[in-house]
């Protein structure tokens, strides 16, 4: 469905009403995100360096990023060029060892815009994932930020140029490369601090350093990363916009022995030449095993750290599903920029396992678009009694609950609080058009007209249908402005005039409350205010909290039905069903 609909079923109940069953929210997948920044640090040293870059860095052209005069030139190498045999790099035999030759055509090179040579550059911009040679005429610094690479290693049989995704402390060449078939008896050169290619004796205790470029081979071809395997939409980054609650995370264990994964959260460098950011994106995880198998409670925490056990490789509990939430309640919508409608929060998930592997990928979310239908239940359990508490109006617990339905809806300027709303489809202009009904659209003739030309919104089994979402809790004819916004504050009053025929002090079969006489029939004035939690209730376990779900304490003072006015208390839970932002919307 279109206008930002988001499917709901129904189910109906005694006497023919519709209430809301359960709601299944239609979310955009997790797109690649934009700004989630990290900060890759490479000391460069006189002559020949070999580097591995984690991230797709910012600025991404080569005359951008090697500003420094210090750095001479830099190579890249085009495995997709190569066309037969394997470069001559490692080659003692090379005059300059580490230093490819000019002409070949499978590597692309770049030098200062100053050098006469210049005009040859070839290597234009700088991508992540990706070793690279640099030569510089005295020790420098590169402190580049970037987006954590996304991209998977492209082995090719015989050499190939890469580095490896590893930790502070790196990790053994062996362990590392055990899961891959390609490597099982791979060898490896490293640069030494004089430039010179080196052959590794022995793989098993000789450690992969991070932010390195080697040459290592491979038995064939190969997308092989590292010891465990991420799913590639949450390597691209996890954008959670303003409507997605959660994401799968999932990970595999690609090492023939059980491993443990740490999953953390890490906060995102501020941008580069941007405005800063809004702030961390707060992030939970659900954990299903918590209690015993009989009693299991699911609970979400949040993403400060988190092991997750996984088998050796081949067996059944070798790959784990995580997911991961983001935590909207209390997200101030604070915007980042003068273009900017919302705040955007952002950050980094690291993944990690003791081998030594290490990865991180982006996440970015906004505060929840609170614009839509909103449906929910009060749930009275507190009333005041004047005979038991002294005269203090203080609510009293209730020997059971009493409730009944609210109907909410924010057009993203006013919240309004409603007493019947339809889902109907205006094929006129889209046939994918949606729009709210409520009764006003009776009021003048040029609405009947426009409701005629409606049709039933969606199906229920073979049959068309338009939900119709009702509440006989209140009684008046328009729709009741109220004060704050969805997720603060919100209040209203509403008063049932003596003359309404729902007043409750009419009774047409009783002579002292028909009416004909003056104090017979009162006004009742209701004065409500709804408080939201920014803690989802202990029996809650969605994802949505915050963002597609709130709940919160409603209290309310009645006035008219006693000479001392009543207070009632109990709580709310509202759900939004859609996100269509406005009532009784014509077609533009």
Not at 548 to 555: K, L, P, R, S
Request: with cysteine; proline share 8%; glycine share 10%.
């Amino acid at each position: 469905m279109s206008s930002g609909l988001l499917s709901f079923r129904v189910k109906r109940l005694s006497k023919g009403c519709l209430l809301l069953g359960g709601l299944a929210l239609a979310v955009m997948g997790p797109n690649r995100a934009e700004a989630q920044w990290r900060q890759q640090v490479i000391h460069l040293q006189e002559g020949w360096n070999s580097i591995f870059l984690e991230i797709d860095p910012s600025p991404e052209r080569a005359d951008d990023l090697f500003t420094h005069p210090a750095i001479r030139s830099v190579w890249g190498f085009s495995a997709d060029s190569l066309t037969a045999g394997v470069p001559n790099c490692p080659n003692p035999s090379n005059p300059e060892p580490g230093c490819p030759l000019p002409d070949e055509h499978h590597w692309q090179t770049w030098v200062q815009p100053g050098d006469p040579a210049s005009f040859l550059n070839s290597l234009r911009v700088i991508r992540g994932g990706r070793a690279y040679l640099i030569r510089c005429d005295s020790p420098t610094t590169l402190n580049l930020v970037g987006i954590p690479s996304a991209g998977k290693t492209e082995w090719r049989a015989g050499l190939n140029f890469v580095g490896f995704h590893v930790g502070y402390d790196g990790a053994k060449f062996t362990s590392y490369l055990q899961a891959s078939p390609v490597h099982q008896n791979s060898v490896a050169y490293h640069q030494d601090s004089q430039g010179q290619w080196n052959l590794l004796p022995n793989l098993a205790n000789a450690r992969v350093a991070p932010g390195t470029g080697y040459w290592a081979t491979a038995s064939g071809t190969s997308d092989y990363s590292g010891p465990v395997e991420i799913d590639d939409s949450t390597l691209r980054g996890v954008d959670y916009g303003r409507l997605m609650t959660d994401h799968a995370l999932r990970i595999k264990n690609l090492n023939p022995q059980a491993a443990e994964v740490n999953i953390r959260y890490v906060p995102s460098e501020p941008p580069p030449g941007g405005p800063n950011l809004a702030g961390d994106l707060p992030l939970s995880w659900l954990d299903y095993g918590a209690g015993d198998n009989v009693n299991s409670v699911y609970q979400w925490h949040p993403l400060d750290a988190v092991t997750v056990p996984l088998a050796a490789a081949g067996e059944v509990d070798a790959s784990h599903t995580l997911r991961m939430a983001v935590v909207r309640a209390g997200l101030p919508n604070a915007l980042v920029g003068p273009d900017s409608t919302g705040s955007q929060y952002q950050g980094l998930v690291q993944v990690t396992t003791p081998v030594g592997y290490r990865r991180y990928f982006p996440v970015s979310g906004q505060r929840g678009a609170a614009s839509g239908l909103w449906v929910g239940d009060v749930a009275v359990n507190e009333v005041s009694y004047v005979l038991a508490d002294g005269g203090t109006g203080l609510p009293r617990p209730t020997a059971q609950e009493f409730s009944f339905r609210i109907i909410l809806h924010d057009s993203g300027a006013v919240v309004k609080l409603l007493t019947e709303v339809t889902l109907m489809a205006d094929p006129a202009p889209d046939p994918d058009r949606h729009v709210l009904i409520t009764p006003d659209i009776r009021d003048t003739t040029e609405g009947q007209n426009y409701f005629a030309t409606l049709v039933p919104a969606t199906l229920q089994g073979d049959q068309l249908f338009s939900p119709r979402i009702s509440t006989a809790a209140f009684s008046f004819d328009d729709d009741l402005v109220l004060t704050g916004n969805i997720g603060s504050p919100l209040s209203g009053i509403t008063t049932i005039a003596s003359t309404d025929r729902l007043n409750p002090f009419r009774h047409k079969y009783h002579p002292d409350h028909d009416g004909d006489n003056v104090g017979e029939v009162f006004d009742v004035t209701r004065d409500f205010v709804m408080t939201f939690s920014l803690t989802a209730p202990p029996d809650f376990v969605g994802s949505g909290y915050g963002s597609t779900v709130w709940a919160g304490i409603w209290d309310e003072t009645l006035t008219g039905l006693h000479a001392d006015a009543i207070h009632v208390r109990g709580t709310f839970r509202i759900y939004q069903i859609s996100t269509i932002a406005l009532l009784n919307e014509t077609p533009p």
